[in-house]
Each structure stands twice: as structure tokens, then as C-alpha cells.
């Protein structure tokens, strides 16, 4: 199955840009999902499709792609942004990766 | 809202066999639209995808994993559930169910609402 690489931790200053990416082959065919998660919670979508965000998600968060690599974009991170973010995409048939996630401390 | 409730032992004993329920509220298990899915996260570390399961009983599982796992339906009951059999100290995990949707022509899929997870530890 597809294997999806993430940087395993990211920093950022308060209120500026940051990037988190996500590498896999599976990404050259399947758009990326990513999931914000905060210690002892469950995972929470933030992007799904191209570049949508569920209700309340807000609109800091966007998503682009090139070749075999997605990403995750926070434009103004904020405090709450602080946590792991995980992508995953379909592969190359009916089986679903996951990343191995993203530490993102906002200094 | 649809929600989504992880139920089960907390505590295996090693080479037993792991038994989780997911209960659907909110909404029906029986959609066309969804499939089902069971995923996990070792203490520390990242998110696995055991396997998704929709409401006629189609099945697909991790190859990692798909010797030792049975995800069944139970649509009267909006529930469905994971067996993993023969399980050692590296299932210890907390274990989330989760609808999964594939859409935008079948380029993306995503997993979204999920339970708030089930720890599960193996140990005698």
C-alpha cells in the first residue's frame, strides 16, 4: 500500500505562515485529506477534496498539491493552532494511508 | 448531528482476540453514500486505517492487518464491529471509529465524524 511522508515537526510564529507537507505517490492520482489533533482528542477534519473545510473550520486553513506532494497551509497561525496534523489519501486501490503526522508549535 | 461511540474492553490478554462496537446515532448506518471505518493510534504515535466496512457487509481491510481482522455490520442496530485476533503488546492503542466518505469522483476520501476513541491495552 501507499506510504504518505510527513515532517515530523513544524514550527511557526504566532500570526504568520506555515506550511506542512505531505509526500506519497498515491498523491500524484488522490487528493489529500488532513486532520487537526489536539492531545487526548480525536482526529477533526480540517480539509478534504481539493481544498475544502468543513463547517467552523476557518478559513486560515487551505490546501494545494503539486506532483507527489500536498500540503496544508495555515496563513496567520494562532495559539489554538498548536497540535499534530495528519494527512491520508487513498491509494492505489480501495485501501486508505495516513501520514505520520506533524507536530506544529506555534512559538 | 451524526455521532459515533467506540464501546468494548478496556483490557486483552495477549494472543485473545480484540472486540470493539461503533455506535451510530444521529443518523442511519444504512447509506449507499458511506462506508464504515475502524482506524487506531499506538500511545505516541500516528494513525493506522484498519478497515472500512459499509452497510451491505463490503469489507476492505489494511494488508497489514487482514489476517487477523473481521469487521462485521449490524444495520438494525446502526452499529458496527472489530475483531482482532491474536493480539500481542503492539495492538495497545486507542481504536476510533469513524465514517469514511469517497467522493469527488472517487479522488478523495476522508474520514469525518470519528468517536472520541477507545483505549484498548494488551497486557496479562
Known amino acids: 500500500s501507499s506510504e504518505l511522508t510527513q515532517d515530523p515537526a513544524v514550527s511557526v510564529a504566532l500570526g504568520q505562515t506555515v506550511r506542512i507537507t505531505c509526500q506519497g505517490d498515491?498523491?500524484?492520482?488522490?487528493?489529500a485529506s488532513w486532520y487537526q489533533q489536539k492531545p487526548g482528542q480525536a482526529p477533526v477534519l480540517v480539509i478534504y477534496g481539493k481544498n475544502n473545510r468543513p463547517s467552523g473550520i476557518p478559513d486560515r486553513f487551505s490546501a494545494s498539491s503539486s506532483g507527489n506532494t500536498a500540503s496544508l497551509t495555515i496563513t496567520g497561525a494562532q495559539a489554538e493552532d498548536e497540535a499534530d496534523y495528519y494527512c491520508n489519501s487513498r491509494d492505489n486501490g480501495v485501501h486508505v494511508a495516513f501520514g505520520g503526522g506533524t507536530k506544529l508549535t506555534v512559538l | 448531528q451524526l455521532q459515533l461511540q467506540e464501546s468494548g474492553p478496556g483490557l486483552v490478554k495477549p494472543s485473545e482476540t480484540l472486540s470493539l462496537t461503533c455506535t451510530v446515532s444521529g443518523g442511519s448506518i444504512s447509506s449507499n453514500t458511506y462506508y464504515w471505518g475502524w482506524l487506531r493510534q499506538p500511545p505516541g504515535k500516528g494513525l493506522e486505517w484498519i478497515g472500512n466496512i459499509n452497510y451491505r457487509g463490503s469489507s476492505y481491510y489494511n494488508p497489514s492487518l487482514k489476517s487477523r481482522v473481521n469487521i462485521s455490520v449490524e444495520t438494525s442496530k446502526d452499529q458496527f464491529s472489530l475483531k482482532l485476533s491474536s493480539v500481542t503488546a503492539a495492538d495497545t492503542a486507542v481504536y476510533f471509529c469513524a465514517r469514511r466518505v469517497l467522493a469527488t469522483a472517487g479522488l478523495s476520501i476522508w474520514f469525518d465524524p470519528w468517536g472520541q476513541g477507545s483505549l484498548v491495552t494488551v497486557s496479562s
Open positions: 498515491s498523491l500524484r492520482n488522490y487528493y
